[in-house]
């Protein structure tokens, strides 16, 4: 039983006599706007689905702001990029070192071939990439860099250039709340994707289909249309999309006429038979690569009800039955047609919309590992090395939490394939496949590690601070909303008022019956704050205990 069928069995328990297929209905309510009151609840659905988390700061910044405006803000990113990964590695034992660029400063317009350096840059723009997570900005460009890297899969092990991976990193970021029609002609001629589907290498003479494949399969029109597209259709695209090359000193790529086949290439009945004419110019990559798009782009229906399923899957929910089809999905699909392939409209319409803030939708996703980490330093405020004065620690500091990550199984930058990580589309499990006897201890040891002794790199710690996080609250002194409040950041599933009382008796009070006597302790320690002292260190004890019970809870992987 899936997270929306308890909800809806409880929801039958209280509500009766409702037939669980009537609550099932109930819960679509489609793209109607939002109308009910935006409280902290929805708040928080919104922040935790749009950015990694939503620490108290997030919240109290957006509180009592109206939805349109809060979504409004989130979907408005900034026109400049934030400022490239540096050298923070040590280049001893490189062939060739680049010493032409100082520690400290970027690397990315550098080209380097030499082995190691390469793959110490290609670790540095991993470790800066999980650095923008952590400290990202209140929009969700973060979210969806991280969805069209898994849409548009690459991995660095097989690229193996990593001034590449940094521009098609940065293609993405740019294009993240862009045209959609716009981003995949880039994509198609990235340099980064032309080594990772061997489209640098495809000639006349032998056309490299891989690109072409995916390009129709992943990309734009999925392989769940009936008719589809050929084999046919593939070989074709293969052969038009002939003679792009890519340049690693000028991390460029250009289009070469003299590896192109320059026939016309004709499509199958699913394209309407259409014929792409051959070109002899200079200019024959770009035209004709713009014609197939064209002629992608033209099965309207099939590439937006393909997309827009992607999003719905990131954002909401994985299941998507006829009535979620008919009322949401197929709503969603004629605004980006109508939009002309903008993105930035049909994720507004979602967040805005009756059917995201459903009660059904909120915590019934697992959460990626990179959320589950990310989140958690986040909403823990977790104080990091400042990477502007201390920029080795920094980059140190961000590698552990990434490393965390790729245990659990995901390593940002390199999913297991062309198709991304199998946890955002294999079905029928869907996100259920982060969570197996493997990877749960492992999320637990890490939310234990940065409660306990956290991670030290030359002296400096990364941990949480439970007595700092609990301060932030706003009545600490007060065990049932000191846990009440703090459940309202971290998890996204109501704990029954009766667990919370024996929680807070056992943890808090140590089995005390009155609730003075927490209120005493804290009183006690704000009389006598010193760390050494002996009121901290019981408020520390008890806490650290409360958070670590609380994050080992299976509600604390949802979201």
Avoid at 9 to 23: C, D, F, T, Y
Avoid at 248 to 257: G, V
Avoid at 277 to 300: S, V
Wanted: with cysteine; hydrophobic share 35%; net charge neutral.
């Amino acid at each position: 039983m899936d997270r929306r069928q308890f909800l809806s069995l409880r929801k039958n328990i209280s509500e009766q006599p409702v037939h669980i297929h009537a609550v099932l209905r109930q819960q679509v309510l489609g793209l109607a706007p939002f109308s009910g009151n935006f409280t902290i609840v929805e708040l928080s659905q919104l922040l935790k689905r749009t950015m990694f988390g939503a620490a108290k700061k997030d919240l109290d910044y957006f509180k009592g702001k109206t939805m349109d405006a809060v979504v409004d803000e989130i979907l408005t990113i900034p026109s400049t990029l934030p400022p490239p990964p540096i050298k923070e590695y040590d280049p001893t034992g490189a062939t060739t070192i680049d010493t032409s660029i100082l520690p400290g400063t970027t690397w990315v317009n550098d080209p380097n071939t030499d082995g190691n350096i390469t793959g110490k840059r290609k670790a540095s723009w991993k470790k800066w990439w999980v650095g923008l997570l952590i400290n990202q900005d209140r929009n969700i460009r973060e979210k969806m860099t991280l969805f069209w890297h898994n849409h548009f899969s690459t991995e660095t092990a097989d690229v193996n250039d990593s001034q590449f991976v940094y521009k098609h990193h940065n293609l993405l970021r740019q294009f993240s709340l862009g045209n959609f029609k716009t981003l995949v002609k880039q994509v198609t001629i990235d340099p980064c994707m032309l080594v990772y589907l061997s489209g640098n290498n495809s000639t006349s003479g032998a056309p490299n289909e891989n690109y072409a494949r995916e390009l129709q399969e992943l990309f734009t029109v999925g392989k769940e249309n009936s008719p589809n597209y050929s084999e046919d259709d593939v070989k074709a695209a293969a052969r038009l999309l002939t003679g792009w090359r890519t340049n690693s000193t000028t991390i460029t790529s250009s289009f070469d006429i003299t590896r192109h086949d320059k026939t016309s290439k004709t499509f199958s009945s699913f394209y309407d038979k259409t014929i792409i004419a051959g070109r002899t110019t200079a200019t024959a990559g770009d035209l004709e690569t713009d014609d197939l798009l064209t002629m992608i782009f033209n099965k309207k229906e099939q590439v937006s009800n393909f997309i827009v399923k992607k999003i719905y899957r990131w954002f909401c929910y994985y299941s998507i039955d006829a009535e979620t089809q008919a009322q949401v999905i197929d709503p969603l699909a004629a605004i980006f047609r109508n939009s002309n392939w903008e993105i930035k409209p049909v994720l507004a319409a979602l967040f805005k919309s009756q059917h995201f803030y459903d009660a059904l939708n909120r915590g019934c996703m697992i959460k990626s590992p990179l959320d589950m980490v990310i989140s958690f330093c986040r909403e823990f405020n977790m104080a990091f090395p400042d990477a502007n004065t201390s920029f080795a620690d920094a980059y140190g500091m961000w590698e552990s939490i990434r490393v965390y990550a790729s245990n659990m199984g995901q390593n940002v930058g390199d999913p297991p394939n062309v198709a991304g990580w199998p946890a955002l589309y294999q079905e029928p499990q869907f996100h259920e496949l982060w969570i197996n006897a493997d990877t749960l201890p492992k999320r637990n040891k890490f939310t234990d590690t940065f409660l306990a002794g956290g991670y030290t790199r030359n002296g400096l710690t990364i941990k949480v601070d439970p007595v700092a996080f609990t301060k932030t609250l706003p009545n600490p002194g007060n065990p049932n909303e000191l846990i009440n409040d703090a459940l309202a950041i971290l998890f996204q599933v109501p704990l029954s008022d009766t667990s919370k009382a024996s929680i807070k008796k056992q943890i808090l009070l140590t089995n005390q019956e009155n609730d003075q006597y927490w209120t005493d302790a804290w009183i006690a320690y704000l009389a006598n704050p010193a760390i050494t002292g002996t009121p901290y260190k019981t408020i520390l004890s008890r806490l650290a205990t409360l958070y670590k019970y609380f994050l080992n809870l299976a509600e604390y992987q949802l979201s």
